[in-house]
């Protein structure tokens, strides 16, 4: 009977355990017009500060931001879990701190969404992770010199609207086991000096819907400098000097270019790992070369070209199905879009 006993003794206190751990869980407020009254539980007496909230927090916390303008920077060391108001109203201004980030994920799997992270002068890096697999979504930055520095993390980033002063993302994975996410977002630069969008070094990454524009002289768009394989899908890129979407060196597996939409540069597409590089149901208008190639074959097929200089150049040679044809976007001018992009922009004051 003792062995019996013990067990159930055992099943008992694992199952007491459990349930204290699932319950664990607390939401947590922020407001300026609450007490600042530790554990900050309720809105009467939420935390003056959101890192104030996060100190006190435990894994799988919420914490609830209400509207305002909270001055700091945050570091966050566990998982927990950030809701603001709006993209709008929940500001996070890192303009009189020295720390070198407005939000620093460390060895975390952390979640954020509807927050608007700025500087008052061009500086700082916005979002910053190391070892976290973070999710944000729906939120603004501004006068940033990195919004996003993603460091050995995989990462899910979508519906940002980043006005980018330098770079808009730097994602680096030299282990080579990342498979971050990025998808509906909005990317305007304006006399950019740095490539907007970089997957520098390592990782698999996943590059969606989203729309990276110029209207200055910054060299590249999309620059998937150095990695492992990647999907390139659904982006309209426009106005970039050298080239909007370019692979350099593949080293593992394969490159996608599908379905994207590429304008106004000197070349539309460019892989310098050409057999590794699949590119196929695009766009290419108003460029002088449609697709550059190197390092191997390509044949790009099921492209459409329009007013492109040379198609191809390299080792590219073109497969039997594409087609030569004014694509006919609305009003024949797509560059419509990107000026109505800037217009939605610049009436939020991104500028």
């Known amino acids: 009977m003792k062995p019996k006993i013990f067990l159930l003794l055992f099943l008992s ?11 664990h869980a607390t939401t947590r407020y922020v407001s300026k ?8 539980t309720s809105w009467e007496t939420a935390a003056d500060s959101i890192q104030k909230a996060i100190d006190v927090s435990w894994i799988d916390d919420t914490i609830i931001v209400a509207k305002g303008v909270y001055y700091e920077s945050l570091y966050i060391n566990r998982t927990i879990h950030l809701i603001g108001s709006s993209m709008d109203s929940t500001i ?10 407005i939000i620093y994920f460390y060895n975390n799997n952390s979640s954020m969404k509807y927050f608007y992270l700025l500087n008052s002068l061009p500086g700082r890096i916005g979002i910053n992770t190391r070892n976290s697999n973070i999710k944000a979504e729906f939120c603004r930055t501004k006068n940033l010199t990195a919004a996003l520095s993603i460091n050995f993390s995989s990462v899910h980033i979508s519906n940002f609207i980043i006005r980018a002063y330098n770079r808009a993302i730097r994602d680096e ?3 080579d ?10 990317i305007y630069g304006e006399n950019v000096s740095e490539t907007p969008v970089l997957f520098a070094f390592g990782g698999k990454p996943t590059f969606i819907n989203n729309i990276v524009f110029e209207s200055g002289y910054c060299l590249r768009g999309v620059d998937l400098q150095y990695i492992s394989g990647g999907v390139i899908k659904n982006n309209l890129v426009s106005g970039y ?3 909007n979407i370019r692979a350099g060196q593949i080293v593992a597996d394969t490159v996608y270019f599908e379905n994207n939409i590429s304008l106004n540069s000197e070349i539309g597409y460019s892989t310098s790992t050409a057999h590794r590089t699949v590119i196929r149901n695009n766009i290419a208008k108003d460029v002088l070369k449609g697709i550059q190639a190197s390092n191997g074959a390509v044949a790009p097929d099921y492209n459409l070209f329009w007013n492109v200089g040379e ?3 390299g080792t590219a040679s073109l497969g039997n199905n594409n087609i030569f044809t004014d ?4 009003k024949a001018q797509y560059q419509e879009l990107a000026e109505h992009t800037i217009y939605i922009c610049r009436s939020i004051h991104l500028q």
């Open 173 to 175: 994975c030299p282990a």
């Open 177 to 186: 086991t990342c498979h971050s996410v990025y998808m509906n977002n909005i």
């Open 13 to 23: 206190l694992y199952i007491v355990n459990c349930t204290l751990y699932i319950t």
């Open 311 to 313: 198609l191809t150049g």
């Open 92 to 101: 996070i201004d890192a303009t009189n701190n020295t720390e070198p980030n």
């Open 241 to 243: 000097e050298g080239v």
């Open 33 to 40: 017009t609450g007490s600042s009254t530790p554990p900050y």
């Open 327 to 330: 694509p006919m976007f609305v």
